[in-house]
């Protein structure tokens, strides 16, 4: 089955701890896109990436990383220096060919809790 | 900078009624595309109607049409027949037809509950 996967599902983080989270799709997409989402808040984009080895900052990038080696992968890191990492992330990728039918399709998140 | 109100943050349909969740945007473009997508219990976002700007005919995927209003700037979604299966969160979701990435820029949400 074609589609997105994040990994954990759930992930603790310590004070101070840079902690990774793992994003792949095998839907052939050339976009990808991280979303944090707070409570009573919409999805808020922290970076998105349309073709491998290149990415770009959304709204709230700072205090994370991102990498985008292989088509299928994008992963996301956390670091020290996001002082307010609890939320739900979301991951998504679209085709990148523009228009209407670039629909974007997300994994199923993860939650990251502080310690 | 485009931004994406959504006024209602709970509504409540009884089973097999109709429901309207209203989205108001702001931008200056005149070419765009606007999204409803769902988020139930378990958290999936799940795209529910998608509408070009261009277009003047309103998109309808079966229980689901939306009421766009280009003028007012608003994209309404209805839910016809509502089941119980259509309690969520619905976020309205704009997206600028120039290469910005495709990012989405939401709507705070609402939340509906469906009573049997």
């Known amino acids: 089955d074609g589609g997105i996967t994040q990994s954990p599902k759930y992930l603790f983080r310590k004070e101070g701890q840079n902690v990774t989270l793992s994003c792949e799709q095998n839907?052939?997409?050339?976009?990808m896109y991280w979303y944090r989402q707070d409570p009573g808040q919409g999805l808020r984009l922290i970076y998105y990436?349309?073709?491998?080895?290149?990415?770009q900052k959304g709204d709230i990038a700072e205090g994370y990383s991102v990498s985008r080696e292989k088509k299928e992968s994008f992963p996301l890191t956390v670091t020290s220096a996001q002082k307010n990492p609890t939320a739900f992330y979301l991951c998504?990728?679209?085709?990148?060919?523009?228009?209407?039918?670039?629909?974007?399709?997300f994994g199923p998140g993860t939650r990251l809790l502080v310690l | 900078a485009q931004t994406v109100t959504q006024s209602q943050p709970e509504m409540s349909v009884q089973e097999a009624e109709t429901v309207t969740l209203s989205c108001t945007y702001d931008?200056?473009?005149?070419?765009?595309?606007l999204f409803w997508y769902k988020q139930p219990p378990s958290r999936q976002m799940i795209l529910v109607i998608r509408?070009?700007?261009?277009?003047?005919q309103n998109a309808t995927e079966n229980r689901f049409s939306v009421n766009f209003q280009k003028a007012a700037k608003s994209f309404s979604l209805k839910i016809s027949d509502s089941q119980l299966g259509d309690a969520a969160m619905y976020f309205c979701?704009?997206?600028?037809?120039?290469?910005?990435?495709?990012?989405?820029?939401f709507g705070q949400g609402t939340e509906l509950s469906v009573k049997p």
């Open positions: 998504a990728s679209s085709s990148g060919t523009g228009g209407l039918r670039e629909t974007q399709y």
């Open positions: 990436s349309q073709i491998v080895n290149d990415f």
């Open positions: 931008t200056s473009e005149s070419d765009y595309y």
């Open positions: 979701a704009y997206r600028t037809q120039y290469n910005q990435g495709g990012k989405l820029i």
């Open positions: 509408q070009e700007a261009y277009k003047q």
């Open positions: 839907l052939n997409h050339d976009a």
